[in-house]
């Protein structure tokens, strides 16, 4: 277990004693199976169920970034929403390397439990209505499932209306 796989488990213990509302839990998993369709595919899980955290990388002059959390049957709304919101021309998503870099956690394990308190967090409002959500664990090898109140418990949030939308519909075979 690495340090921020540790940390992960740390705030993740604390956060249900503190409010056991949350029924939060850390799950072990196949590092080979974290990526999210591997994931629920392999444990049983729905991509409804699955919520994702994204870095964006906002393109001004010092670079901006936020960390995104939808649900996995969604799109996040790069273009438009979170363009708009952090106040730049440009932004996309950042390359696994300086995801990496910023939360100190691989693709496939990132959460926003343990987060840098200066990196903004925006969590879409579909993300809210769920019962229950799967989140990364910090490193590939574990999961965070709990109820989605987990993530209005950290201290840098923001529920975001039409943070994502619906992917577009595949066209008729």
């Known amino acids: 277990m690495d340090a921020t796989e540790a940390d992960v488990r740390r705030i ?7 409010d056991p ?3 939060v ?6 590092p080979e199976l974290a ?8 444990y049983g899980y729905t991509l409804d169920q699955s919520a994702n955290t994204l870095v964006v990388i906002g393109k001004s002059d010092p670079p901006v970034y936020v960390a995104c959390v939808v649900l996995a049957s969604t799109r996040l709304d790069v273009n438009k929403v979170v363009r708009k919101k952090l106040g ?8 696994s390397d300086v995801t990496e870099e910023l939360t100190g956690m ?35 090898s ?17 529920v975001v209306e039409d943070l994502a939308k619906d992917p577009p519909e595949a066209p008729p075979a």
């Open 12 to 18: 993740v213990a604390q956060l249900g004693s503190n």
């Open 21 to 23: 509302s949350l029924d």
């Open 25 to 30: 839990e850390v799950i072990d998993c196949d």
């Open 35 to 42: 990526d999210t369709a591997q994931f629920v595919e392999a």
């Open 88 to 95: 730049v021309k440009k932004c996309s998503f950042a390359g």
């Open 106 to 140: 691989r693709v496939g394990g990132v959460t926003p439990i343990g987060l840098s308190e200066h990196m903004p967090l925006w969590v879409d409002s579909r993300v809210m209505e769920c019962e229950r959500i799967v989140l990364g664990g910090g490193s590939r």
């Open 142 to 158: 574990c999961k965070v499932i709990g109820a989605p109140q987990i993530l209005t418990s950290l201290p840098h949030v923001e």
